[in-house]
């Protein structure tokens, strides 16, 4: 059966893109339990931060076994692959690509060789020096002597992970706990990993903590996750965050604790407008409360004279649910999302698209006819989605339209692990309020302040990463030719030289075999 196509429409028109989620990591540590299984359920539970593809790493004892390929978890794993990556310790992640392209070399966990084993890697976020960590492993293969292109970069894998992976695996006189704490103080930019040997689980965040993770018990083991939301799934209680700065290690001997830089936090606000699942909790706060929050506060400072309150689903429903609370409007379903509308559907051709059909979302007539609607949304980006949304809504006979915006313009790119569209893009950095309400065809227009949404997650604002709409970076940003989701597709060659070309062309139709004998495996 042929895998997912990678692809991944998630707004009214086939094509158009919104922000895209960040990826989903996942480990556990449990000698006694179907450590596959619980991963599985947990980047199953982690699937809204990616719909790329899909892998998880197991240790035997003595050996890693690697299963992954795209798609989402549910088209990539079934009985057979999970009953076949049986071991004492996992690793899992779901991908949305933000550096290289949307395709199997690429996905993860990453595989790598070191001094005394395997190393698997899980990574979310995204580092801004790739440039200068891509120099470092063409010198330390060049210092050893050994092929610049070896491991997941020989067979294409063209990603700032990848890069990771080499300097972990590419110290042959250390340990891997060792050679991580040398590693990560290099790392710059956004990363929250999980990355395991044969006998080791470990977890690690980037000294701004701008990605989240959390650390879990089990009665028999510890789970460490993207979001609390996964550690509810497998039946894990929480117990802290992973530390920014901090790296953990799990084993045998119990869960030890190093510091490879000092703290200093900066906790991506969009976690709490939109990439998070509303039943998480982030430094305390549950998503979903903030963003309730965030539409009571977007009420007051942007009231209207309306009869009816409708989100745009499901995203814009908890503020929705806000907004009506604080300004006594009604609370309503006005549309009816396809929940299955996924990754692989046919795209529509000219004569279908004439026709009007609406893949995701459809307005129901008779609650929208003759209304005075408030519509509630996370954000806009290109606006493309807002403009499409308020036709049908006055095309189903609503009498006003007032589109209201639970945070505040976007107006840069995120360097950090979300795919934003590019500046140019981005409807906000070249128009005011009143001429996107114009763009979008909308009656009346309101953003939430910046105040107003940094308050609603109850976090200080110095703690928090906005610069999607401040344009104030807490990591610095290289040269802008050295930023972009495929900056390292063609850089990797400097590296690797025609190796990444011929692993490419030969992409593997079934395992990969590493020469320290770990085994990546392709699903269907």
Known sequence: MPGGDGRLTHDLLPGEKGPQDA???????????????????????????????????????????????????????????????????????TRYSTTGASRWENAQPTLGATATGTVALGHNGNLTNSHALRDMVAEMRGDSGESAASGELARGNTTDTALVTALLAGHPDRTLEATALEVLPLLEGAFSLVFMDERTLYAARDRHGV?????????????????????????????????????????????????????????CVFEYVYLARPDTTISG????????????????????????????????????????????????????????????????????????????????????????????????????????????????????????????????PCFYGIDFASRAELIAAGLGVEEIRSSIGADSLGYISHEAMVEATEQPADRLCSACFTGEYPVPLPDAQRLGKHQLELGLTEVQGDAVLGAAAAAPSGAVKDAEGAVAGRGR
């Open 23 to 93: 990826c989903g990591v996942f480990g556990v540590w449990a000698p006694d339990e179907d450590v596959a299984r619980l991963t599985y359920f947990g980047i199953y539970a982690l699937q809204h931060r990616g719909q790329e593809s899909a892998g998880i790493a197991v240790s035997t004892g003595t050996q890693l076994l690697v299963y992954k390929d795209m798609g989402l978890v549910s088209q990539v794993f079934d009985e057979p692959a999970l009953r076949a990556l049986q071991g004492t310790l996992a690793i899992g992640h």
């Open 211 to 267: 990605r989240p993770l959390v650390l879990g018990r089990l009665e028999r083991g510890w789970v460490v996750a993207s979001e609390t939301a996964a550690l509810d799934i497998v039946g894990a209680s929480v117990v802290r965050e992973v530390e920014p700065g901090e790296l953990v290690a799990i084993d045998e001997d119990g869960l030890r604790s190093t510091r490879f830089s000092e703290g200093t936090p900066k906790g």
């Open 285 to 412: 706060r549950v998503v979903h409360a903030a963003r309730v929050e965030m539409g009571r506060r977007l009420a007051a400072e942007h009231p209207v004279e309306a009869d009816l309150v409708i989100p745009t689903p499901e995203s814009g429903t908890p503020a929705a649910i806000g907004y009506a609370e604080a300004s006594g409007i009604p609370y309503g379903q006005g549309l009816v999302k396809n929940s299955y509308v996924g990754r692989t559907f046919i795209q529509p051709d000219q004569t279908i698209r004439q026709l009007g059909i609406r893949l995701k979302l459809n307005p129901l007539r008779d609650v929208i006819r003759g209304k005075r609607l408030v519509v509630v949304d996370d954000s806009v980006v290109r606006g493309n989605t807002q403009r499409a949304l308020v036709r049908m809504l006055r095309e189903a006979g609503a009498a006003e339209v007032h589109v209201r915006i639970s945070s505040p313009p976007v107006t840069w």
